[in-house]
């Protein structure tokens, strides 16, 4: 019986060592490195519509810094406000033959072709924030159609007729062919029919310029004392909306909607927005990265995979605003 | 015709394009009376006036260089960049008051090299300028700042009132406007730099001869319309918190162009005056006002005021037909 026992011991003794050293040398991950090698070297080159906004500067310091640490390359080709500027660095870009473009566009036209030619050369095509009509590998970016919903039914409930307000609202779009104004239009468009109670008294593109869009928003001002609401497209620009309501000295809801940096929380701040839904470049940076790593490990030839990754908005107003809620350049750089 | 039956006729009806910008502009304004409701109200008459007093001073500051028939391109990247420089300077911790005046400094700086390019190594002004607004937008990007729209700090509220404030009922920027309109009229008639700059511009060997200092006063034009091109930046600046240095890409400086044109101030130089500009503004903001009451597209809205524009070229070319001394000296 004894030694039973002790042999019963000394087998669990050696059986728990063995299962210790096993433990103390761990076990390889097969897949690690086929990963880290099918990412090293690669390049990719970024054409954003112009190096000196917020989005494109956050999207760029973020996938930087994942490509810093995974050993590829990220290329920044400025189009500088320009589609010509741009197609030309496309262009360009092409000819290098990088594995993948990761390209913002300005309108739903003017790459669609140079972008399927890209694609026709192997390159595979990342379309970021701003959709092309041309459908590529991958788009990462608002879902501006969503982003329209919430606003139109935002203002169902704050000038509708259970508001007892008015129901004349604003609208001031950016560039009338932007992928941001074609979809988000179609959506309010959408939400609103059957609301008689809302009319749309103006509907106006700012450009993405504040100043054009103070103007216009004085002028509707001025012309419907009444009224209730302005969704407006772009925080940025809608500094200028802002600015006209304040001087106004009315009481006007003003949505809009951006990258969420810190200027948009300060505009929530301070009172020049009432809400503003944030498409959170920090979440999309983040699906860029996975986008960009996703393609470049997928032995599909380009075009073949076809998907898009909508950012879940993130909706800042007074009450719901947290020190999270907004990003600062100079900390997603650093 | 001939040329002196031409001339009689111009005599006699006085049909000058000042006048036929005049008569459009009225005419708009009758119709978009009529038309429109809400148009005639003492506010939207102030909105309207309000909303083109910006391009108004810029225009002030293109007419000073065309009277001296030059041209200055760069007005919209000196503004921009300027402003700019202050409002970077003010968030580094700046006061407001040394960061405005650093960036006067630079419009200035701006203008006395350009001015030199053109008076002393004699670069054709059009060339010059252009030359030098993408430098200077090219320094705004890529040193000055590296985000295009900058905030102007929190709590400038005597800043702001410039922009948003109204004294007697009657907005900032309108003063603003009025005020510079007011020190260019007795600039150009009252002073005898004013009356050199006429000189200047109509014939500039004969300016020479008559011992004008033309080369240093070139330069003093420069300098004005600089110094216009920042003061248009406060009020822009002022009115939305903030400087937006994509202006330079958009068609502004040709709107610029199109107001001095339009009110009458001649390419060929030496003709026309402040009121010319007053003329030319106001169309522009009947123009714009009119439209965006009524709800027009934008890219319609650009195909009305070039149509517009272009009508009021076309009347004029008719009854102002070239004569010999524009066939002779050529236009820009």
């Given at each position: 019986m004894m030694i039973l026992k002790y042999a019963a011991a000394a087998l669990t003794a050696a059986i728990i060592s063995t299962g210790c050293a096993t433990a103390q040398e761990g076990m390889a991950d097969a897949l690690r490195q086929p990963t880290l090698d099918s990412l090293a070297g690669k390049k990719v080159v970024f054409v954003p519509m112009s190096m000196s906004f917020d989005l494109p500067e956050g999207w760029a310091a973020i996938m930087e810094k994942e490509a810093k640490r995974l050993g590829y390359t990220i290329d920044i080709r400025d189009a500088n406000w320009s589609t010509d500027t741009g197609t030309r660095a496309l262009t360009q870009a092409i000819t290098e033959k990088p594995d993948i473009i990761v390209v913002q566009n300005f309108d739903v036209a003017s790459y669609a072709r140079t972008l399927k030619k890209a694609e026709d050369s192997?390159?595979?095509?990342?379309?970021?924030?701003?959709?092309?009509?041309?459908?590529?590998?991958?788009f990462v970016g608002a879902d501006w159609y969503g982003i329209g919903q919430y606003a139109a039914n935002r203002m169902i409930e704050k000038c509708g007729k259970a508001s007892g307000k008015s129901g004349k609202i604003a609208i001031i779009q950016g560039p009338a062919t932007a992928a941001?104004?074609?979809?988000?239009?179609?959506?309010?468009?959408?939400?609103?029919?059957g609301h008689d109670d809302i009319k749309i008294v103006s509907s106006q593109t700012g450009d993405w310029d504040q100043s054009k869009a103070h103007g216009i928003a004085q002028t509707v001002i001025q012309q419907n004392p009444d009224l209730c609401g302005i969704i407006g497209f772009w925080d940025v620009m809608d500094a200028g909306t802002g600015a006209a309501i304040q001087e106004?000295?009315?009481?006007?809801?003003?949505?809009?909607?951006?990258?969420?940096?810190?200027t948009a929380c300060q505009g929530v701040q301070n009172g020049t927005f009432n809400e503003v839904i944030s498409y959170d470049v920090e979440g999309q940076g983040r699906d860029l990265n996975n986008t960009i790593k996703v393609l470049l490990q997928s032995k599909e030839p380009a075009g073949s995979l076809k998907f898009a990754l909508y950012t879940p908005n993130k909706f800042i107003t007074k009450d719901t605003m947290s020190a999270n809620s907004c990003w600062d350049l100079d900390q997603l750089k650093k | 015709m001939t040329p002196s039956a031409t001339t009689k006729t111009r005599h006699r009806i006085g049909l000058t394009q000042e006048l036929i910008v005049f008569v459009v502009a009225v005419l708009l304004f009758v119709c978009f009376s009529v038309a429109l409701n809400g148009f005639l109200s003492p506010e939207n008459i102030l909105n309207l006036i309000?909303?083109?007093?910006?391009?108004?001073?810029?225009?002030?500051?293109?007419?000073?260089?065309?009277?001296?028939?030059?041209v200055d391109l760069s007005l919209v990247a000196v503004m921009a960049v300027s402003l700019t420089l202050s409002i970077v300077l003010a968030n580094q911790g700046y006061a407001f008051s040394t960061a405005l005046a650093l960036g006067l400094t630079f419009a200035i700086a701006v203008a006395v090299v350009m001015g030199f390019l053109i008076a002393y190594v004699e670069i054709p002004a059009i060339f010059a300028t252009l030359a030098v607004s993408a430098i200077v937008y090219g320094l705004g990007r890529g040193v000055i700042a590296s985000l295009d729209v900058n905030n102007i700090p929190d709590n400038l509220h005597w800043f702001l009132f410039l922009g948003r404030g109204a004294l007697l009922g009657i907005p900032m920027p309108i003063w603003l406007f009025a005020i510079c309109s007011a020190a260019l009229y007795l600039f150009l008639r009252k002073t005898g730099l004013g009356r050199f700059t006429y000189g200047i511009g109509d014939n500039i060997s004969t300016a020479r001869i008559t011992g004008i200092p033309v080369r240093p006063i070139i330069i003093l034009q420069y300098v004005i319309s600089s110094t216009m091109a920042f003061l248009a930046g406060c009020a822009t600046a002022a009115s939305v918190a903030s400087m937006n240095m994509r202006m330079v890409n958009s068609t502004l400086i040709y709107d610029v162009l199109l107001v001095v044109i339009l009110g009458g101030i001649g390419l060929t130089g030496g003709r026309g005056g402040v009121r010319n500009i007053l003329v030319g503004t106001v169309l522009i903001g009947l123009l714009l006002n009119g439209m965006t009451i009524l709800n027009i597209s934008y890219t319609v809205q650009n195909l009305l005021k070039s149509t517009v524009l272009l009508f009021a070229l076309v009347i004029d070319a008719f009854l102002n037909p070239r004569d010999e001394q524009t066939s002779q000296q050529g236009d820009i």
């Open positions: 192997g390159i595979k095509v990342v379309q970021v924030n701003m959709k092309s009509s041309y459908q590529t590998d991958a941001a104004s074609v979809y988000q239009l179609n959506a309010i468009t959408e939400t609103l029919k106004s000295g009315k009481d006007i809801y003003l949505i809009t909607s951006g990258g969420g940096n810190k | 309000r909303n083109v007093a910006m391009l108004g001073m810029l225009s002030l500051g293109m007419a000073v260089v065309v009277i001296g028939r030059g």
